[in-house]
């Protein structure tokens, strides 16, 4: 049975950082893109950042410069180093796994709340 499981998150000060942490298990393999999304309080779900089977990168702009993804590929795990937080950056936080063609069986964690402020 395909499982992603978040953890991480937490309470900071603008200014702070948290990484994020997601294991995959199950039939999540490598050759799975996966990436973060975040739902804000009456906000819809946006991609935060996303990384594929061999390591390209994408992030939103508002997240450029100051957030990290990476992918442990033996450990079947993947992170999401978040910098410069801001109080915007308040948001339930989820883990994605998709097979990177169109139809490809997709996964989501249970979430992580991320709260900035002061």
């Known amino acids: 049975q ?12 603008p200014g702070g950082s948290l990484r994020l942490s997601c294991a995959a298990s199950g039939s999540i393999d490598s050759i799975f893109t996966m990436a973060w999304h975040r739902q804000a309080p009456g906000k819809q779900r946006e991609l935060v950042a996303r990384i594929t089977n061999v390591g390209n990168t994408h992030y939103a702009d508002s997240v450029k410069g100051r957030f990290t993804i990476s992918r442990d590929m033996a450990k079947n795990t993947v992170l999401l180093q978040m910098n410069s937080l801001k109080p915007e950056d308040t948001a339930v936080y989820y883990c994605n796994a998709k ?4 139809g490809g069986a997709e996964y989501w964690g249970q979430g992580t709340q991320v709260t900035v402020s002061s």
């Open 2 to 13: 395909a499982q992603l499981v978040e953890s991480g998150g937490g309470s900071v000060q």
């Open 99 to 102: 097979l990177p063609y169109m």
